[in-house]
């Protein structure tokens, strides 16, 4: 069994950084794409930041230059640098990976269980 688990929520300031860690650990073939989403209250849950197996990134508009993804194959770990945090970043933040089980399987998507991000003075 898949699972994904991740750390590093918490309170912040407006200004502050925060530093969010996610790692796959089970059975599996390969991992894909890594991505970490966040959702606040009353709205739909939006892509932050993804990055493929090769180290390719993208991310939501609202976060380039203040947000880093990266991951680390070896340990199956992704991990998202959040600096210049902002009020409007307060969210549940979740981790996602498309990962096949096998080689003949297809790759599905797993989750995170997500974890809390507040921006607040």
């Known amino acids: 069994q898949v699972q994904l688990v991740e750390s590093g929520g918490g309170l912040v300031q407006p200004g502050g950084s925060l530093r969010l860690s996610c790692a796959v650990s089970?059975?599996?073939?390969?991992?894909?794409?890594m991505a970490w989403y966040s959702q606040a209250p009353g709205k739909e849950r939006e892509l932050v930041a993804s990055i493929t197996s090769g180290g390719s990134t993208n991310y939501a508009d609202s976060v380039k230059g203040r947000f880093t993804i990266s991951r680390d194959n070896a340990k199956n770990t992704v991990d998202l640098q959040m600096n210049s945090l902002k009020p409007e970043d307060t969210a549940v933040y979740y981790c996602n990976a498309n990962i096949k089980i096998t080689r003949y399987t297809l790759s599905s998507s797993y989750w995170g269980q997500g974890t809390q991000v507040t921006v607040s003075s």
């Open positions: 089970g059975s599996f073939f390969s991992i894909n794409t």
